[in-house]
């Protein structure tokens, strides 16, 4: 089991609280700690948390239910848990740190998000409203169970 990988000595100064922590992650996804440390390309790079569509993106973020924020960030980043340290300490598949990032892209170019995972990235296309963009999460949350 564990100890054939991680010897037992190595776990004893951990409850079992604190192995589930290091192991999982956080069950509670803070959205001011996942904004934070968000970077922004294409046309949201210049106004970034400020932009629009990033507000908008945020503000619906907030308002979701912890379930299904947990489903949004495991389609972001293939993980529906957050780093022990929080999401500064987000890593891409090859184990390097990898900050989440927001790109933008032309609606005619794509119509719904599209993430990813590898790299924590999410191309969130340029919407015109706020209510575009919450139909368009409420397409594709219902597909990650």
Known sequence: GLFAVIPRHLLAVFDAHEVDLLVCGAPVIDVDDWADHTDYAGDYRRRGPKHPVVVWFWALVKDLDEPKKAKLLQFCTGSSRVPCHGFKALQRNDGK????????????ELRFPRAHTCFNRLDLPLYSTKAELEASLNVILPLYS
């Open 97 to 108: 740190y990898q900050r989440f990032c927001i790109q933008s892209l032309p609606r005619t």
